[in-house]
Structures are given as C-alpha cells and as structure tokens.
C-alpha cells in the first residue's frame, strides 16, 4: 500500500426499493433535456418509458438512444453523442447494465473534453473540463459501475477493450433500486453476480487495497456469498435481489479506489475478441486465477474462506485459502457457468490469438496489481488452463 489513499465515489447515491422515484428530482437540479442510454430490452420492460414519465413530471425533456447492444464500443459513443448533440441535450442518464453505463460516462467526458474516447486511455488526455452531470440507474446486480470512476469501451478498430480510468468518469448520481433487477433473467443473473464477487475478492487481495476499500470488499462478499444462489434459484426473492444490489454497489466502490487485477486483465481480451458477455468471462476465470494467485495471498484469501465457510473456526490459514478456492470454484458450478470451450470458442481460433491477448492483458495494468504478477508466458499457460477449465470439486461446501 502506498503511504495515503484516496477513495472517490458519486456525489449521490440513493439506494433501496422504489429508489428510482428520485430521478426526475435529481434531473431538473441538473439540468433541462436528458438523453436516456439504454437498450432495447429496457425499452420493452417498460423502464425507459417509466423514466420519461418521471423526467416529464419534473419539467424536463429527454431523448433516448437505445443501440447499446453488447458490450460497449467506441461506435456505440459516438452514435449517442451525435444524439445528444442534436437533441441539445445537457444531462445524460443510463439506464441499464454495464454496457449503458460505460457508455453514458464516455458521453458525459468526451461532450466537454472532445477528442475520441479512446485518447482518455493511460490518461494520455485528461479532462480537464467537467463533464456533463450524469445519473447512472443499474438494472443488474453485477457491474457496480454506477459507483466507479472507470469505463471500458472497445476499440472496434483493433479489438481492445480499452480500460479508462479518471475521475471525471464518475457519475454524479447512483441510483439502486433492487426492483430494477427483477426482470433479470437466470443467465444475467450469474453472470452479473459472480461479476460482482470478482470486483469485491480482486479489490481485496489488489496490491492497491487499503482499509476503506476492505472493508467495503469484505461486507460486499458477505451479501453476494449468502444471497447469489437464492437470487438465482428464485428470482423474485426481493430480499435477495436487495442483498445483492447493495454487495454489488460495495464491490463496485472497493474496485474503484483499490484496483482490479489479473481476471479482469485477461477477461477484456476475451470479451473483445470473442464477445463473451463481461461478467461471464469473469466468472470463467475466476477460480483458475485465485488457484494461480494462491500462494502469494494465503492471508487474505483465508479472509475470504472463511466468509464461505463461517463453521470451521479452526482452519488453518493455508486451510481456509483453500476453502476460498474450492468455494469459488462449487459456486460456479451451481450457477451453470461454462468454461470457455463450453461457451463454444473454437480451440483453433482461441489458440491462434493467445499472444496478443496475453499481450492485450498485461497492457491493460490490471494483472500488475494481482497478488501474483503472471509472465507472459504464465498468462498464455492460465488462458490454455482456462479454456479446458473444470468447476467441479469433490469437496462440499
């Protein structure tokens, strides 16, 4: 840890049931005519048309762009600000997962600031200005990004998933509402929620880590560990969904101030290249990369074992570390996430682009915080492990 920290996070956050009411009164305090980021599948929920409807009962007008689709890209942000642009338009709301809120948080910097999104990577242009005000509505329980200062948008002229990190990314407005989440179904569900655990272990064995970013980790772990699979087994169990809102938004503060590490770094790759959803490519690397990163974090990965297992008080710490892998791994397994030759990435083509994106994955910074700093080499060797994977476990947990 360095000698000091600094922690960041929105000017606001409004969390709980029926939290979503707040948004017409956090947009006319910001300004006069929103462009909503959403999808589709919003749209057919009936959330963007509800958000509309709020805005319109406060006084202010809006525009919406709903080509987010997949994972964001650098199209996807210059389409939305073109939007904006032309609908006059001086506040930015999102509204939906991840990929809307990385989008709308590129909208709001490069509005001021200009230039291409990707010249904000490694801060080789800084903005300076501020952006326009923003208020992030999640409608997963996974990304935590409407509570980071990071966006991640693919460069669809290389096929990088660019990682940007600076302070004017931040939204000025977080609002949770678990009620949001319900309409997730089981795939997004896992896929999301194991998301959201990666954010809170990485955040907690990161090289970056300190205490405020802990303790926000560890409380984020206790809420996703006890409530994911009720969440998944029973979508409507609101309590559940609540748990897991809030562990998602811990997570996502404690990764923003501490770091991510080596899943991540090797995750974006897979995501840009094969467009495997971010929180799946997640989860498919999670327990090969804790198994890989063991013996350099036995300490604090007992610390997470022990939030698996609270019954076995006696375990060693080399014993409980264990457990956190083996508890990760049954995790997994129980939420039906494939390896990545189940997914269906041909052998061949994964095999063929293993160096770039080794090469992609140490270039992105992440892996230099994990615990255990990979090679290159180490990295091509935990992509072939990966690939081939296998969740089960003879150990109950």
Known sequence: MENFAVFRMPK????????????????????????????????????????????????????????????????????????????????????????????AKSIAVVATNGGYVGDYMGEKKIAHIPPIPHISIPTTAGTGSE???????TNTSNDVKMMIKQPAFMPDVAIVDPLLTISSPKSVTSATGVDALSHAIEAYLSRKAHPMSDTLALSAMKLIVNNLLTAYNDGENIDARE????????????FSN????????MSRPIGALFHVPHGISNAM??????????DACIDRLADIGRIFDQKHKTLSNEEAAEMAVISVKELCRKLNIPNLK???????????????MAVDAIDSGSPGNNPR?????????????????????QTKV
């Open 285 to 294: 690397l999670l327990p090969a990369v804790l198994e890989f990163s063991k």
């Open 258 to 265: 501490a770091s991510v590490c080596l899943v991540h770094g």
């Open 147 to 153: 509570a980071t200062d990071a966006t991640v948008i």
């Open 12 to 103: 606001s956050i409004f969390y709980g049931r029926n939290a979503f009411e707040n948004v017409g009164k956090e947009a006319a305090s910001r300004g006069k005519k929103a462009l909503i980021v959403s999808d589709k599948i919003m749209d057919s929920l009936g959330y963007v048309e509800n958000c509309r409807n709020l805005l319109q009962n406060r006084g202010v007008e809006s525009a919406v762009y709903l080509g987010v689709k997949s994972e964001p890209t650098d199209i996807y942000v210059a389409e939305a600000l073109n939007l904006f642009k032309a609908e006059n338009c001086d506040l930015v709301i999102s509204l939906g997962g991840g990929s809307c809120i990385d989008t």
């Open 243 to 254: 748990a897991m809102s809030l562990g998602s938004l811990q997570a996502g503060m404690a």
């Open 342 to 356: 189940g997914w269906g990435i041909d052998q061949k083509v994964f095999e063929s682009v293993l160096e770039k």
């Open 373 to 393: 700093i990979p090679t290159h080499s180490e990295l091509v060797e935990l992509y072939h492990t990966c690939y081939h994977y296998q969740f089960s476990t």
